[in-house]
């Protein structure tokens, strides 16, 4: 059993860690904590130190019901951070739906583009990547933060999030990206009803994109399907800030199903679950 590789990136044998910088004032999770470029630097350096194989830089909200931030705006965020990260070469990826801001980064060093529309928010994206040869990570999304949740209607949401982001596979091909390039992500959270389980679906049936072959990103952290899953008897949510300890445990299901990646806000832990998922995979007979 083998996990995916991308060109360019670690190929550890087990899955890696993205660690999230989000200079962002009002991301879900964490939102202002790294808004001040100097501190979103550092603490790209201590999610290095703690074991990130890679660092994914943000700077617009997804959150339901977020509004977008301008360009301008988007590029003021990050591409300063990014560059500093890569000046220190930290293995860096830009999380952006806007082509120029790809570009942008891109220019000052990033290796990877997470585009959470997966092309769909901007037509230019994928060519940005073709041109760049960069690994693209094309997640699931039906629709931008403001009303997504509306969309997250499904008659079999495993076998829906496969088909619509195999279409999205087969758009981005025709647009000159590298198969060997792209990155699966179900997109857990964004257009999926917690309520429905759709999220759980998603991860219990991991296989469905693993089994065509591309790497899967897996980014759960701290996300409404756990908070909710974890709410108090009253019905009182769990606080996000309080939901790492499950998203370890979603670490380690994702990488023992032979996700490539997980995305996580704390690092150190889902460190540890890797390396727990890759003895585990180690000890199974190939599937
Ligand atoms: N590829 C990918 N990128 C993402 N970017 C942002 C968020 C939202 O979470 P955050 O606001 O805590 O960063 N989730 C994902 C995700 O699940 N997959």
């Known amino acids: 059993m083998t996990i995916a590789t991308v060109p360019g990136l670690p190929a550890p044998g087990r899955c890696l860690v993205m660690g999230v910088v989000n200079v962002t004032p009002d991301s879900f999770s964490d939102g202002g904590a790294w808004f001040d470029p100097e501190k979103a630097v550092a603490h790209g350096l201590d999610l290095v130190a703690e074991g990130a194989d890679i660092v994914d830089v943000g700077g617009e909200s997804t959150r339901p019901g977020a509004q977008r931030v301008s360009r301008d705006e988007e590029l003021r965020r990050v591409v300063p951070v990014i560059e500093a990260l890569t000046d220190e070469n930290v293995p860096v990826s830009v999380d952006t739906m806007r082509a120029e801001v790809a570009e942008a980064a ?44 509306s969309r997250a209607v499904y008659e079999d949401v495993v076998r829906e999030v496969r088909d619509e ?19 699966l992500d179900p997109g857990l959270g964004f257009g ?14 991991l296989d469905a994109l693993t089994a065509l072959g591309y790497p899967v990103l897996v980014g759960g952290s701290r996300k409404n399907f756990l908070t909710r899953l974890l709410a108090e008897p009253d019905g009182t949510r769990r606080p996000f800030l309080e939901c790492d300890d499950a998203t370890v445990a979603v670490t380690s299901l994702a990488a023992a199903a032979g996700a490539w990646c997980v995305r996580v806000h704390r690092v150190r832990p889902n460190a540890d679950a890797v390396r727990v998922a890759a003895a585990f995979r180690a ?3 190939a599937d």
């Open 106 to 149: 891109l220019d000052v060093g990033a290796r990877l583009v997470n585009d959470v529309s997966g092309g769909l928010a901007d037509p230019q994206m994928p060519q940005v990547v073709a041109t760049a040869g960069v690994p693209y990570v094309v997640m699931h999304w039906r629709g931008h933060s403001h009303d997504m949740q």
């Open 192 to 205: 999926k009803n917690p309520v429905a389980g759709h999220n759980w679906s998603l991860l219990a049936h």
């Open 165 to 183: 982001l195999l279409s999205r596979v087969d758009a981005v091909l025709a647009e000159g990206v590298d198969p060997s390039m792209i990155v």
């Open 283 to 285: 000890a199974r007979p």
